[in-house]
Each structure stands twice: as structure tokens, then as C-alpha cells.
């Protein structure tokens, strides 16, 4: 949807009307916080700009990040995001690339 940085030279770097959010990358906080001092405020953040943006039709997140080094996020991160989600009326579409289709059994 937006592209990976490294590829930037040769793909554009910015979908038309796709707004991007902070990650949910504790080591490396995008918002400088702690987690979980922090409240999940990455997450907080996409219900913020839902709000303000008031034509979002859908949240678009990859669970486990791999270009960026296999991200993993804190275990309430998705529940809660797909409750944001739902509370806002917007689709949620989780890109299952690197955890696959389920768990296998």
C-alpha cells in the first residue's frame, strides 16, 4: 500500500489516500515512549487520526512487520486495533504475509 523505504527509487512511496500511522515497535519506539508505560498509545494514535479524518474505510496492517526487521507487536495491539476498528464502522484487513493463513495444528 505504501511501499518500503528501500524500494522508494523505483516504486512511489505514497499511495494516493493512504495515511500512514506509528508502528507498534517497542524497542524501537517511533513515539519515544516505554511500553507499557506507553497505553498502547501507537494504537491510540490510528483511532485518533479515524476520528479526525472521518473518511477512513479501512485499516490495512501487516501483524508481524518483516521488511522492518520482524516486528512483532505487544499482545493487545491487534485486539484492540480491530476493536477500533469496529467501533469506527472501518474494515479491518490484517496482511498475513509473514504469519500465515493460521496456526498450524
Given at each position: 500500500?505504501?511501499?518500503?523505504?528501500?524500494?522508494?527509487?523505483?516504486?512511489?512511496?505514497?499511495?494516493?489516500?493512504v495515511?500512514?500511522?506509528?508502528?507498534p515497535?517497542?524497542?524501537?519506539?517511533p513515539?519515544?515512549?516505554?511500553?507499557?508505560e506507553?497505553?498502547?498509545?501507537?494504537?491510540?494514535?490510528?483511532?485518533?487520526?479515524?476520528?479526525?479524518?472521518?473518511?477512513?474505510?479501512?485499516?490495512?496492517?501487516?501483524?508481524?512487520?518483516?521488511?522492518?526487521?520482524?516486528?512483532?507487536?505487544?499482545?493487545?495491539?491487534?485486539?484492540?486495533?480491530?476493536?477500533?476498528?469496529?467501533?469506527?464502522?472501518?474494515?479491518?484487513?490484517?496482511?498475513?504475509?509473514?504469519?500465515?493463513?493460521g496456526?498450524?495444528?
Amino acid at each position: 500500500m505504501t511501499g518500503d523505504y528501500r524500494r522508494w527509487f523505483i516504486e512511489p512511496h505514497t499511495m494516493h489516500g493512504v495515511v500512514r500511522v506509528p508502528e507498534p515497535y517497542c524497542y524501537r519506539c517511533p513515539l519515544g515512549l516505554k511500553y507499557p508505560e506507553c497505553g498502547l498509545a501507537c494504537v491510540n494514535y490510528v483511532d485518533y487520526v479515524i476520528k479526525n479524518e472521518k473518511n477512513v474505510a479501512a485499516i490495512l496492517v501487516e501483524p508481524i512487520t518483516g521488511t522492518n526487521g520482524v516486528v512483532v507487536p505487544p499482545k493487545e495491539y491487534l485486539p484492540t486495533l480491530k476493536r477500533i476498528a469496529e467501533d469506527n464502522d472501518v474494515l479491518f484487513i490484517a496482511d498475513e504475509v509473514m504469519t500465515g493463513w493460521g496456526p498450524c495444528r
